[in-house]
């Protein structure tokens, strides 16, 4: 069973992906360096279980994605 704070934390990095317009695939392509497959970012979201600094570098990517023009923020 999932607590509070993994649930905050999974959905916060969902809302991340829709309001950058990014889909889990295009997020793992983008962390496929560190091994991330969508398949595994899928459990990780659902479960929940990552570590705030899985959380922060997911930010990050999405940031440069978003700020390089490769996802249009707002569009899902």
């Known amino acids: 069973m999932r607590t509070i704070?993994?649930?905050r934390a999974a959905e916060?990095?969902?809302a991340l992906l829709r309001d950058a317009g990014m889909s889990y695939a295009q997020?793992?392509?983008a962390l496929n360096t560190e091994g991330v497959s969508?398949?595994?970012l899928?459990?990780?979201l659902y479960r929940?279980?990552?570590t705030h600094a899985f959380f922060l570098e997911c930010r990050e990517v999405v940031r440069r994605q978003s700020e390089n023009g490769v996802v249009r923020?707002?569009?899902s």
């Open 5 to 7: 704070w993994e649930e």
């Open 12 to 14: 916060e990095l969902k």
């Open 27 to 29: 997020l793992a392509e």
């Open 38 to 40: 969508a398949g595994s």
């Open 42 to 44: 899928t459990k990780k």
């Open 48 to 50: 929940g279980a990552f």
């Open 73 to 75: 923020p707002g569009r």
